[in-house]
Protein backbone atom coordinates (compact mmCIF):
# COMPACT_ATOMS: atom_id res chain seq x y z
CA UNK A 1 0.00 0.00 0.00
CA UNK A 2 1.44 3.33 -0.60
CA UNK A 3 0.67 6.55 0.59
CA UNK A 4 1.13 10.44 -0.75
CA UNK A 5 2.04 13.30 1.02
CA UNK A 6 3.12 16.75 -0.02
CA UNK A 7 7.06 17.22 0.69
CA UNK A 8 9.31 20.15 0.10
CA UNK A 9 10.57 21.22 -3.51
CA UNK A 10 14.54 20.30 -1.84
CA UNK A 11 13.50 16.87 -1.18
CA UNK A 12 12.19 16.23 -4.50
CA UNK A 13 14.69 18.40 -6.61
CA UNK A 14 17.21 16.26 -5.05
CA UNK A 15 15.46 13.24 -6.10
CA UNK A 16 15.19 14.31 -9.34
CA UNK A 17 18.70 15.38 -9.78
CA UNK A 18 19.84 12.26 -8.99
CA UNK A 19 17.49 9.68 -10.54
CA UNK A 20 15.59 11.45 -13.20
CA UNK A 21 16.99 11.71 -16.64
CA UNK A 22 15.82 15.46 -17.65
CA UNK A 23 16.88 16.23 -14.22
CA UNK A 24 14.68 18.55 -11.71
CA UNK A 25 12.15 20.89 -13.44
CA UNK A 26 12.02 24.23 -14.09
CA UNK A 27 8.68 25.43 -12.83
CA UNK A 28 7.25 24.18 -9.45
CA UNK A 29 3.94 24.88 -7.33
CA UNK A 30 3.88 21.71 -5.61
CA UNK A 31 5.87 17.91 -4.84
CA UNK A 32 4.07 15.26 -4.11
CA UNK A 33 6.31 12.00 -2.51
CA UNK A 34 5.43 8.34 -2.75
CA UNK A 35 5.63 6.23 0.30
CA UNK A 36 5.22 2.74 1.31
CA UNK A 37 6.72 3.42 4.07
CA UNK A 38 9.90 4.94 2.97
CA UNK A 39 9.97 7.43 0.38
CA UNK A 40 9.59 5.73 -2.86
CA UNK A 41 9.57 8.25 -5.70
CA UNK A 42 8.81 12.24 -5.88
CA UNK A 43 6.18 13.89 -8.44
CA UNK A 44 6.14 17.27 -8.99
CA UNK A 45 3.27 19.91 -10.15
CA UNK A 46 3.47 23.30 -11.57
CA UNK A 47 2.22 25.81 -14.24
CA UNK A 48 1.65 24.65 -17.74
CA UNK A 49 4.83 25.31 -20.02
CA UNK A 50 2.18 26.02 -22.43
CA UNK A 51 1.29 29.65 -22.18
CA UNK A 52 -2.15 28.42 -24.08
CA UNK A 53 -2.53 26.07 -21.71
CA UNK A 54 -1.53 28.22 -18.46
CA UNK A 55 -5.02 29.13 -17.64
CA UNK A 56 -4.99 29.22 -13.86
CA UNK A 57 -7.22 26.17 -13.81
CA UNK A 58 -4.84 23.84 -15.45
CA UNK A 59 -1.46 21.76 -13.39
CA UNK A 60 1.31 20.14 -15.32
CA UNK A 61 2.73 16.99 -13.91
CA UNK A 62 6.36 18.13 -14.72
CA UNK A 63 8.26 15.00 -13.13
CA UNK A 64 7.41 11.58 -12.03
CA UNK A 65 10.24 10.22 -10.40
CA UNK A 66 10.32 6.02 -8.86
CA UNK A 67 13.60 5.19 -7.18
CA UNK A 68 12.09 1.64 -6.85
CA UNK A 69 10.51 -0.64 -9.89
CA UNK A 70 7.58 -2.13 -8.29
CA UNK A 71 4.98 -3.44 -11.00
CA UNK A 72 2.12 -0.95 -11.29
CA UNK A 73 3.92 1.42 -8.77
CA UNK A 74 3.66 4.19 -11.43
CA UNK A 75 0.13 4.19 -12.13
CA UNK A 76 -0.98 3.64 -8.88
CA UNK A 77 1.00 6.97 -7.60
CA UNK A 78 -0.44 8.81 -10.44
CA UNK A 79 -4.22 7.66 -9.47
CA UNK A 80 -3.44 8.56 -5.87
CA UNK A 81 -1.78 11.92 -6.68
CA UNK A 82 -5.39 12.71 -8.41
CA UNK A 83 -7.11 11.69 -5.28
CA UNK A 84 -4.88 14.00 -3.26
CA UNK A 85 -5.20 17.02 -5.96
CA UNK A 86 -9.02 16.47 -6.02
CA UNK A 87 -8.81 16.89 -2.03
CA UNK A 88 -6.49 19.82 -1.66
CA UNK A 89 -6.27 21.89 -4.69
CA UNK A 90 -8.79 23.69 -7.04
CA UNK A 91 -7.95 23.42 -10.49
CA UNK A 92 -9.74 21.40 -12.68
CA UNK A 93 -7.53 19.74 -15.03
CA UNK A 94 -4.03 18.04 -15.02
CA UNK A 95 -1.75 17.41 -17.95
CA UNK A 96 1.45 15.81 -18.78
CA UNK A 97 3.27 14.40 -21.76
CA UNK A 98 5.05 11.32 -23.04
CA UNK A 99 8.18 11.50 -24.64
CA UNK A 100 10.73 9.40 -26.65
CA UNK A 101 9.84 5.52 -25.57
CA UNK A 102 7.89 6.48 -23.03
CA UNK A 103 4.52 5.61 -24.36
CA UNK A 104 2.00 7.22 -21.57
CA UNK A 105 0.94 3.51 -20.29
CA UNK A 106 1.00 4.95 -16.73
CA UNK A 107 -1.56 7.77 -18.08
CA UNK A 108 -3.53 5.45 -20.13
CA UNK A 109 -3.99 2.93 -17.27
CA UNK A 110 -5.05 5.67 -15.06
CA UNK A 111 -7.93 6.69 -17.32
CA UNK A 112 -6.12 9.92 -18.83
CA UNK A 113 -7.40 10.95 -22.30
CA UNK A 114 -4.31 11.47 -25.06
CA UNK A 115 -3.74 14.23 -27.29
CA UNK A 116 -0.84 13.51 -30.28
CA UNK A 117 0.90 16.53 -30.77
CA UNK A 118 1.05 17.21 -34.52
CA UNK A 119 4.16 19.78 -33.92
CA UNK A 120 5.64 17.65 -31.19
CA UNK A 121 8.03 20.30 -28.74
CA UNK A 122 11.72 19.64 -28.38
CA UNK A 123 12.85 20.96 -24.62
CA UNK A 124 16.43 20.92 -24.65
CA UNK A 125 17.76 19.65 -21.28
CA UNK A 126 21.53 19.04 -20.26
CA UNK A 127 22.85 18.60 -23.40
CA UNK A 128 20.09 16.18 -24.51
CA UNK A 129 16.46 16.88 -26.45
CA UNK A 130 13.35 14.68 -25.82
CA UNK A 131 10.56 15.05 -28.16
CA UNK A 132 7.14 15.26 -26.63
CA UNK A 133 5.34 12.72 -28.64
CA UNK A 134 1.58 13.22 -26.36
CA UNK A 135 -0.51 15.38 -23.98
CA UNK A 136 -2.25 13.77 -21.81
CA UNK A 137 -5.10 15.11 -19.84
CA UNK A 138 -7.63 14.48 -16.94
CA UNK A 139 -10.30 16.69 -15.97
CA UNK A 140 -11.08 16.70 -12.11
CA UNK A 141 -14.67 18.10 -11.08
CA UNK A 142 -15.53 22.25 -10.56
CA UNK A 143 -13.31 23.46 -7.95
CA UNK A 144 -16.60 24.57 -6.27
CA UNK A 145 -17.34 21.13 -5.21
CA UNK A 146 -13.83 20.72 -3.65
CA UNK A 147 -12.83 21.40 -0.15
CA UNK A 148 -9.64 22.11 -1.38
CA UNK A 149 -7.06 25.68 -0.85
CA UNK A 150 -4.39 26.99 -3.19
Request: net charge positive; aromatic share 8%; charged share 20%.
Amino acid sequence: MIEIRQIKWRTARRCCEAHHYLGPPVGHRFSLGVYGPDLLGVMTWGRPVSRMLDDGHTLEMTRMCLMVQRKNLASQSLSKAVQWIKAHRTETRLISYSDGDHKGTIYAASNWTPTPLKQSGIWPSSGQSMRATMRWEMRLPSSITQGGSK
